[in-house]
């Protein structure tokens, strides 16, 4: 036999084991390849399907019940105005007792009649007033330390209402003394402007 075609047959042996033993040959056993559903992935919703969908996107979300005293008033508010929102209101007034009695510290009219109704108004240039007449230190706040809602009410005009109970520390730089009043804030809830005034200050009990 040629010697050349004994070389060439061992060649072909050995490449062909080379490719049984990498590769392998099927036993029967595999698992089937998977087939993807084209229907499946690639479904459009049915039109059904979009309306419930667009119902619960514009569904109302639920707003949670109020509680506490001034549950009522606050629950009859919001029936009206859907930007109020007891805490962002609890915040707002923070902020308005500390201009207010800041305001009033400075003897800053027009600062006042900004944040107070006219009844206020005039209490509280009476008093400055006076205060200038005897010079007399104006009492600062030092610290406010709690404020929380107490009451709450919306009247026939649709005037809302909301009282809130401070607490704080004044001073005139010789004496610090504890506040406690209840501020009442108002607002038409028939007038676009969000602001809230001051329409009534009580000593609280």
């Known amino acids: ?110 600062a006042l009649r900004t944040l107070v109704d006219d009844d206020v108004m005039e209490v509280y240039s009476q008093a400055i007033t006076e205060r200038e007449a005897d010079k007399t230190e104006p009492m600062r706040l030092v610290r406010l330390k709690s404020a929380r809602i107490a009451e709450a009410s919306l009247d026939a005009q649709a005037i809302a209402r909301v009282s809130v109970s401070f607490e704080s520390d004044l001073s005139d730089g010789e004496n610090t003394r504890i506040a406690k009043e209840i501020w009442t804030f108002k607002r038409s809830t028939k007038n676009e402007n969000p602001n809230w005034v001051l329409d009534e200050v009580a000593t609280a009990s």
């Open 1 to 110: 036999m040629n010697i050349e075609l004994i070389i060439l047959a061992a060649i072909a042996v050995f490449v062909i084991s080379r490719l049984y033993a990498v590769l392998g040959t099927k036993t029967g056993a595999e698992q089937p390849a998977r087939r993807v559903n084209r229907e499946t992935v690639a479904r459009r919703p049915e039109p059904q399907e979009e309306e419930a969908a667009a119902e619960t996107d514009e569904r109302p979300r639920i707003r949670a019940a109020f509680t506490g005293p001034a549950a009522a008033g606050l629950e009859a508010i919001a029936n009206v105005d859907a930007q109020f929102a007891p805490d962002d209101f609890t915040k707002g007034a923070r902020k308005a007792y500390e201009l207010i009695v800041n305001a009033f510290a400075d003897g800053d009219r027009d």
